[in-house]
């Protein structure tokens, strides 16, 4: 009989599994891992008919914004995904001038779409507004309609054709956010959009939900006529940093290959 050999599980001293202190973001989206942020002070909690939320300043990126216990962004890397989701879409088509976001209620997204001149009209439907001053000035923008409530019903009243492009930026594929990666509603997305027009959604990770990224572009595939294209970005707070972006456009007007 061969015998048992016992393994030690490691456990030095100081090195305690939970620090005081700190925000460790866990979720059944990422098992088994985890990212952690030293806190300074708890800014904000509170909670809506939607979602928990705290602000916090933590040490190394500033102020962070926290939706149901993930990370939505922070002062220090916030840039990087503002600035590719709207851009990426706004820059692959000529002149847009009506604009729709699902979602982005911190305005970073208005603050990135307000740069394109050519956009005359910019509406904006979220659950709610969350003020984070050093990206709100997006609603400051006179082009810009706050429409406070559910982007799916939104979207399923607007007028057909109504949108030259629609940026969904929204949290996490579970919860009410769900329904925002199903088929009805790029069915209801491309209703609304003009012919040649785009949508961008955010696509989660490469590296850990490729099953929900293939799902976003099968639906994408029977909803839309034109090309399905794919981009990631890189956001150090967002698991294994990087955060794809799937790209749509309503009929082949422009071919973009994957940026990768």
Request: charged share 20%; aromatic share 10%; net charge negative.
């Amino acid at each position: 009989m061969e015998a048992i050999t016992t393994v030690a599980v490691w456990r030095p001293e100081g090195f305690p599994s939970v620090i005081p202190g700190w925000f460790s973001e866990v979720s059944p989206m990422w098992p088994g891992e985890a990212h952690s942020l030293k806190v300074e002070k708890i800014l904000f909690q509170g909670k809506s008919d939607y979602q928990n939320a705290i602000v916090f300043q933590s040490s190394t990126y500033g102020k962070v914004l926290v939706l149901d216990g993930v990370i939505q962004l922070t002062e220090r890397d916030e840039c990087s995904y503002q600035e590719m989701i709207t851009h990426l879409p706004l820059c692959s088509i000529p002149n847009p001038k009506k604009v729709l976001v699902i979602g982005g209620g911190d305005a970073g997204v208005l603050r990135e779409v307000s740069r394109h001149s050519s956009v005359e009209k910019i509406d904006i439907c979220e659950v709610s507004k969350k003020f984070f001053p050093s990206v709100a000035i997006g609603f400051d923008d006179p082009r810009v309609t706050l429409h406070i409530g559910d982007g799916v019903a939104f979207l399923k009243a607007a007028p057909e054709g109504t949108y030259n492009a629609v940026i969904v930026d929204s949290s996490d594929p579970i919860g009410p956010a769900q329904e925002l990666f199903e088929k009805p509603f790029f069915e209801s997305v491309a209703r609304a959009l003009r012919p040649g027009g785009v949508v961008c959604t955010q696509a989660e990770s490469i590296w850990l939900h490729m099953h929900i990224i293939e799902g976003i572009v099968a639906n994408c595939s029977q909803v839309f006529k034109g090309s399905i294209n794919y981009a990631w970005t890189t956001v150090p707070t967002y698991p294994r940093h990087s955060l794809p972006l799937s790209l749509s456009f309503s009929h082949i007007l422009l071919y973009l290959g994957s940026v990768y």
